[in-house]
Every structure is written in C-alpha cells, then in structure tokens.
C-alpha cells in the first residue's frame, strides 16, 4: 500500500468583525436598566448592556443579605415610567426591588441587548477611530459611546486587618452574603455599624448564639415607619394611576423640603437629633450601652439609619457592643480596638464598599492612553456628575458628586438619563461624533460644587464618613436639591463642550465574535 500522504493543515478560521455599537452600557442595575429604557424610547436602539453577573439588578443582586430592605420608600423608589402599584410594603425589602427590576427588563424589551458574564476589563477610547473599544470575558466591541452604570456600591470594601488571612472561620462581606453557611448557634462577629449591619443584626441576632459588633462609630437612628401597604391602597394605584402619582409627589416634596437642613442650614437638624435621642433612651435601658450608641456628632454627618429593630438586637443578652472597631485577628480571637478578645466561628464585615476609588476607574483609558484613576488621583469630579475631560463621549450614572443624603437616587439617575439623551442626539442633529468637558467648565462646576460643600453637615457636622476620600473631600453627594440637578442637567450646554468629528472611516476591525 502506498504511505498515505500529508495532508496539509487546515486553514485558521477566517475571524470575524469585531461588533459596533452606537452605545455600550456597563452594569444592570437602576442605571443601566434606565439607559436601555431611554435609548429605546429615543430611538436609537443599536446598544449592548453589558453585565459581569447572570442577571439584572445591580445592588439589589448582590445584596440579598437577611433583612436587606430600602430605607427609601418603594413608590419614591422606582422609576417614573414604570410605576408599580403592587408594592407590598411602604419599605419594601431587596426580594421585591429585585423582582421589580426583572419586569421593567421584560416589559422595555431589554433582554434582547443583555450580555451576561461581560465583566468588562478595559474600556480604551481610541483616537483613530473616535471611537471605544470594550473588552470584556467574554470578547470585545467596539461603541459611538459609553455609559458607566457600574454605580458606586458595586464593589465590597474589606478593611487590611493583621491576621484577618489566618482567620480559621467563615468570612463575607455582607455583599456576598454566603446562603450556604448556617449561622444557627454560631458565635458571629458582625464588623461595622452601617445602613447593611443595621439591617443584618436584628435579622441574625435572634439565631446565633453570640452575637459581638465591632462599632468604629455609633450612627444615629430614626423609627422607620414601615407598614404593609393595604390592599385598598394597591387596588386604588392600579385603578387610578393619578394616586399613585400624587402619592409619589406628596414623598418626594417631603424630602425636598429637609435638604436646607442638610446643605445650607445644619442646626436646624437639633429637632431631629432629639427625635433620635428619644429613640435611643426608649429603646436601650442600659446606660453604660447607651453611651456607647451615642453619636459625638451632628445628624446627618453620616448616613442617617432608619430601625425599629437594630437599637433592641443591640441590647439583646447574646449581643456585646465592641465600641472603638476591630483592631486585629490572633487565630479566631478578634481583637478589639479597646484590647478586648473574643472568640468567634464566623465574620460578617457590613464595612461598605469602594466609593470614592471606584474600581472600574482603573480600567478606563482616555486621550492619549491617560487612566481615569490618574486622572482622579486627587479626588473624582465630572461635569454635572456626567462627563469627565480627556474621556470623550463616557457619560456616568450615579457619578462624582451625585449622591444623595436623604432622598431616592432614582430620581438622580434619570435626571442624568436625561442628560445622556440630550447629548446623544445633540450630537447627531450637529453632525458631531464625540464630546468631551472643556477644562473650564469641568473646573468651575467642580469649584462651585465644593464651594457649597462647605456649608453642609457632611462637612460642619464633626464627623469622617464614607462620603469623604482620602484628603476629607466629599466627592460623593449633591450639595443641593434633586430639582435643583434636574435643571442642571435638563439640557446639554455645548458652550462647556469640545466637540470631536471623525477624521476617517473606522478600519475593519476583526477578532473573535463575543458569544
């Protein structure tokens, strides 16, 4: 028989275009989700969102800790197009702000646009092309434009604590919440004193053996007044959508009117610090703990708590208040910052998240190949908390200086949907590619925006919070009122723009296709 012979290796596979999008969205929670809306309804439907995780929800995916609930009541917090009369409570808890986020994904028709497990790992703005390039686990595309709705409670933040590797026990941020641990008559640590350990402690507290709290900071805490929401109610929201919208209104004036308390006149937040104080005697009969709950400073300094539970779970016999925080881990002993040792099986660190830092920075690369971390090297800032110079045509959601102290974060989302639309179509109706913030403009409204930080309680109250970095600048909340951003950010200003035209076709561009 003749030896067969070789055959030639077969070709490589031909690879394919590298997909374009007009708009690549990062994250699917309340701001991605309301950019997928709003792009639709503008028209422009050529868009990805693109999700690290297998569903939507953001936040509300990732924290499913027990007890995990909104301090913002339900018919505040949600969107304005998509009212939902079937809220089962006034504060309705994480299973239903979930379930909710679902049916607008389903309702909007978002569901063809998600890429699931598309944790994006570098957006790179390239200059050639005028365009992003997105890469993400699963491939890459390239896109007119991106939205970052990554948001700022995204990435958990657990202190470098000496010892903390060797811990023999069970450890999780109350982010990642381990459903398969049992912590039934565990001896659990729970570290941080926050709006999720306000909520965890009373939720677990009745079921551990012991319980101990690493407090750095005691917080103030208002009675939540929380209710079921009667069937009447819901029967009449779904019949007579003006009620609900009037309700809505009635929540929203309400909050609009303490934010002079918080922004421009602190000492009218006495009243309220003796509400709180109230709270507190009522609830904890043992002075010496007491004390311990009693915060040295103004209200509202910090993320003001809402409870009817968390003072009680405090003062439960199985619970021991660890004033000072943690101050390190000899084996399962945990070391408190006042020398106290105790042994525990299992840590729940409710220590928040990368606010200030915010992780996806690092992996975004403007003009000229500059990293928007280098950028924020001294503190984040953006135009109109939108739109930062050197990265053209990137639009944030929930970015620097948006946040608020006292009111639905809703609400400042689609004010800057809003913004994004405007731009978008301000930018095809001129025939303009791209736009970035001129210098100018991003520094006055940064030096303005300070400027009125200065008066607030968050920088008067005499307290350090999670709104601040590094350097004590508040780089995270809105210094004024929701309708106050909504003006700011009704409509584009191209005299605060540089306007970009593409200087040449975009070249074929092929790699793998992303699944």
Excluded at 26 to 48: Q, W
Excluded at 91 to 102: C, K, T
Excluded at 163 to 190: C, I, N, T
Excluded at 261 to 279: D, I, S, T, Y
Aim: hydrophobic content about 40%; charged content about 20%; overall charge positive.
């Amino acid at each position: 028989m003749a030896p067969r012979t070789k055959q030639p290796p077969a070709p490589d596979a031909a690879p394919q275009p590298v997909p374009h999008v007009r708009v690549a969205v990062v994250g699917s929670g309340f701001g991605g989700l309301g950019a997928g809306v709003r792009l639709r309804r503008a028209g422009i439907t050529d868009f990805v969102i693109l999700e690290r995780a297998d569903s939507v929800g953001g936040t509300w995916r990732d924290n499913s800790y027990p007890g995990c609930a909104c301090d913002v009541p339900s018919h505040l917090y949600s969107f304005s197009f998509a009212p939902n009369p079937e809220w089962p409570r006034v504060f309705s808890g994480q299973p239903d702000i979930r379930a909710y986020l679902e049916r607008v994904t389903d309702t909007f028709g978002l569901r063809p646009h998600l890429r699931f497990g598309a944790e994006v790992t570098e957006l790179r703005w390239e200059e050639e092309h005028t365009r992003w390039r997105v890469t993400t686990r699963v491939g890459s595309w390239t896109a007119d434009a991106v939205v970052s709705a990554a948001g700022p409670l995204a990435d958990p933040q657990i202190p470098d604590l000496p010892g903390l590797a060797s811990f023999p026990g069970k450890v999780f941020h109350s982010s990642r919440w381990d459903h398969d641990y049992d912590l039934k008559g565990k001896r659990v640590a729970v570290v941080g004193t926050g709006a999720s350990a306000a909520q965890i402690i009373p939720a677990i507290q009745p079921e551990v053996g012991r319980l101990t709290v690493f407090q750095r900071t005691p917080a103030w805490v208002l009675p939540r007044a929380d209710r079921e929401v009667t069937g009447a109610e819901k029967w009449l929201h779904s019949k007579l959508p003006p009620s609900g919208l009037l309700r809505r209104s009635a929540l929203f004036v309400i909050r609009e009117l303490q934010v002079d308390a918080f922004v421009r006149r602190p000492q009218l937040l006495k009243v309220v610090q003796q509400v709180a104080l109230g709270h507190l005697r009522r609830a904890v009969a043992d002075p010496a703990l007491r004390a311990k709950l009693t915060p040295d400073y103004r209200i509202g300094c910090k993320r003001i708590l809402l409870s009817n539970t968390y003072y009680p779970a405090l003062a439960a016999p199985n619970t021991e208040v660890v004033a000072g925080g943690l101050r390190e881990l000899r084996g399962s002993t945990l070391v408190g910052a006042d020398g106290s040792e105790h042994e525990v099986d299992a840590i729940v660190f409710g220590t928040g998240f990368h606010v200030t830092d915010l992780p996806i920075a690092e992996r975004v690369f403007g003009v000229g190949g500059q990293r928007l971390a280098e950028a924020w090297k001294d503190g984040m800032e953006a135009l109109r908390g939108s739109t930062v110079r050197g990265f053209p045509n990137l639009f944030f959601l929930i970015g620097p200086n948006t946040g608020l102290g006292n009111n639905s974060m809703i609400l400042m989302i689609e004010s800057q949907l809003n913004y994004l639309i405007d731009a978008l179509t301000t930018l095809d109706s001129i025939g303009a590619t791209a736009m970035q913030p001129t210098e100018r403009a991003q520094r006055q409204w940064n030096l303005e925006l300070q400027h009125r930080m200065g008066r607030t309680v968050w920088t008067t109250g005499g307290c350090r919070s999670w709104y601040l970095d590094e350097e004590g600048k508040n780089t995270v909340l809105w210094p004024a009122s929701t309708s106050a951003f909504r003006r700011a950010t009704r409509h584009v200003d191209l005299t605060e723009y540089e306007l970009i035209k593409r200087a040449a076709p975009k070249a074929l561009d092929t790699e793998a296709v992303p699944a």
